[in-house]
């Protein structure tokens, strides 16, 4: 079984999140306004992701 490489895992989960984020943003395509609200969203979306991670991570530490 191939092992996935820290740096592939942290791509893969920042396409994730800019596409989640790409597809929740509401305004016109490329204006000022979804280039803010997609900026907004992807800053959300990945300080959210990142709690997530440190959470799991810390809680599976004391379980070992």
Known sequence: M???TLKQILILVLCIIAGIAFLETSAPTWSLSFLREFGLKL?????????????LAS??????
């Open 43 to 55: 800053l959300v979306y990945g300080a959210i992701s990142e709690i997530i991670v440190i959470f």
């Open 59 to 64: 809680t599976k530490t004391l379980s070992d």
């Open 2 to 4: 191939k092992k996935f």
